[in-house]
């Protein structure tokens, strides 16, 4: 923030004072469908400090002058009703104002012939990214559509509503983050066709990366903003992440093995990228990291990070670790296996002397395997002792926010589950807990953030006859008979504990009433990990 910035802020933190109010920073502060007053533009525009929202609410950002009283006689003048003052920003009520001017139907940005409109669209678009990192989230959603642009921010895994721009200002912002922000400036932004590029921004001191893709939809087009990384943030460990202590003593093990492939799967968005960033936290700084990645995510302090060109053959996935076995590397990231030739890149990695890690998209953490067949690695090398290490696969679950969660039996809109649920947790049902009347400390979600669930399990020699035999069902029978448990029991335990929203873990695992409820040993084979300890 720049000085002139900090100081006008401080002014209107005084008048906020005074009139009991706050003072309005970003498009989050207001009602997404509140707009400004046509009746009242031009005027506004005149005086360039000042705009008046349809509900009658008057922005400014010099709250003490005489333009709020004369906009409130203006106002009378016209029969509109004056709402309250609020000190604003100069920044956001010229960005009002400008996103209220009439558009042209069906006008495309050309960024090459109004510098101004340019510039007034890159500002915007900084303001955006900066209000969705303030809000902590992880996506930015553009759907600009014939008559307006929904803006909607995703945060721990929920998509909500942030404001609402007329639909050219969607179509410029865009534009300009194609054409003028991203890494490889494409020479013209086409909504027609599905575009990628990833974007680096430097906002409020903090170096910003995102990823951008866009998709052409009926009536317009959606973009999204992937918040990759701010610079600032901490890579968190497995236990910040959800892991048990077992779980975390199994993959340590992993982590320090000389050589073969630790994998983890989960669906899109279930925190793969982070789990390896907290994995790669405990390899000792005498190895050598390099990671393969479509784009880098997740800043890494002991590892070379190489970024994937999909648009040349020798920079993709297969190609850069062929390279990387030619660096004297000691661990291998490859970001994802997306085919054949990359999962080839991992065997002959991994049976050569490298400890190997990557993502997969499975559902449980034995899917992996045959996934791994499917990609068309055979079953008898994937059983090899020097290949498969541990399988992990994780799913994020939401928390309850504990200022506004409410005891399930409270809650008049669960009453209707409230048997089925008390068969399956019992006496522990009077601590099952339920997202209730959503406060400003959750930004109106109920959840205060997500917790990995997920199950690990350690490749022993058993485990390895069984991949050989492609035999999932007897595998994990093998498994629960020494104590592993899946994602169910896990899922349990949390909701038993009050920690998450059961309705949210039916969403995840199904019906809980359906579930054959065990013994709840949470982590993944807790006698192997007991014996790794001794």
Same mark, same amino acid.
């Given at each position: ?17 005074? =009139?009991?109010? &706050? ?6 502060? $207001? !009602? *997404?469908?509140?707009? #400004?007053?046509?009746?009242? @533009? ?55 104002? =400008?996103?209220? &001017? ?6 495309? $940005? !050309? *960024?090459?012939?109004? #510098?101004?409109?340019?510039? @007034? ?55 300009? =983050? ?15 066709? #599905? ?340």
């Amino acid at each position: 923030m720049s000085t002139e910035s900090q100081i006008e802020l401080e002014q209107l933190s005084k008048f906020a004072a005074i =009139a009991s109010s &706050k003072v309005y920073t970003s498009h989050a502060d $207001l !009602d *997404p469908k509140d707009h #400004p007053m046509q009746e009242m @533009l031009d005027w506004c525009e005149k005086q360039g400090d000042i705009v008046v929202m349809r509900s009658g609410l008057i922005l400014s950002s010099n709250p003490s002058s005489r333009s709020v009283q004369n906009c409130k006689i203006v106002m009378g003048g016209k029969g509109l009703r004056a709402g309250k003052v609020v000190p604003t920003t100069s920044a956001l009520v010229r960005l009002l104002l =400008a996103g209220a &001017k009439d558009e042209e139907a069906d006008k495309h $940005l !050309d *960024p090459t012939s109004d #510098p101004q409109s340019v510039s @007034l669209q890159q500002q915007r678009l900084r303001m955006l990214v900066a209000e969705g990192i303030r809000e902590q989230i992880s996506d930015i959603h553009l759907e600009v559509r014939e008559d307006a642009t929904y803006v909607r921010f995703r945060r721990h895994g929920e998509l909500y509503l942030h404001t609402e721009w007329p639909a050219r200002v969607g179509r410029e912002v865009s534009a300009v =983050a194609f054409n003028r922000e991203t890494d490889h400036a494409i020479t013209h932004f086409n909504p027609l066709v #599905p575009q990628n590029a990833s974007m680096p921004l430097h906002i409020e001191d903090m170096d910003i990366r995102l990823r951008l893709a866009s998709l052409p939809a009926h009536g317009g087009f959606d973009v999204v903003m992937r918040i990759l990384t701010t610079g600032h943030e901490q890579s968190m460990t497995l236990d910040e992440l959800g892991y048990t202590a077992d779980q975390i003593k199994l993959i340590h093990r992993a982590t320090q093995m000389p050589y073969g492939t630790v994998l983890v799967a989960g669906p899109t968005g279930s925190g793969k990228t982070t789990t390896l960033a907290a994995c790669m936290q405990m390899i000792s700084d005498d190895r050598k990291i390099y990671t393969i990645e479509d784009p880098v995510e997740k800043l890494i302090s002991n590892a070379t990070q190489v970024p994937v060109n999909t648009e040349k053959e020798d920079r993709d996935f297969a190609g850069l670790g062929r390279a990387a076995l030619r660096m004297d590397p000691d661990v291998i990231v490859l970001g994802e296996l997306r085919d054949e030739d990359t999962a080839r890149v991992m065997m002959r990695a991994s049976i050569t002397g490298h400890l190997v890690f990557s993502t997969i998209h499975t559902n449980n953490a034995t899917a992996i395997v045959t996934r791994l067949v499917d990609m068309g690695i055979s079953q008898n090398l994937l059983g090899d002792p020097n290949v498969l290490v541990c399988l992990i696969c994780q799913r994020l679950l939401p928390k309850l926010c504990l200022e506004c969660a409410v005891p399930v039996t409270q809650s008049a809109a669960h009453q209707p589950n409230l048997q089925r649920w008390a068969e399956v947790f019992g006496d522990k049902l009077s601590q099952v807990h339920v997202r209730g009347k959503h406060c400003k400390l959750c930004n109106h979600t109920g959840i205060s953030g997500r917790t990995v669930v997920a199950e690990v399990i350690w490749i022993d020699e058993q485990s390895r006859y069984f991949i050989q035999k492609c035999d999932i069902l007897g595998w994990e029978k093998y498994l629960k008979e020494q104590g592993w448990s899946g994602y169910p029991d896990q899922v349990l335990r949390l909701v038993s504990e009050g920690v998450c929203d059961p309705v949210d873990a039916e969403k995840l695992i199904g019906d809980l009433s359906a579930l054959q409820t065990h013994k709840m040993i949470y982590g993944t084979t807790a006698k192997m990990a007991k014996e790794y300890s001794e």
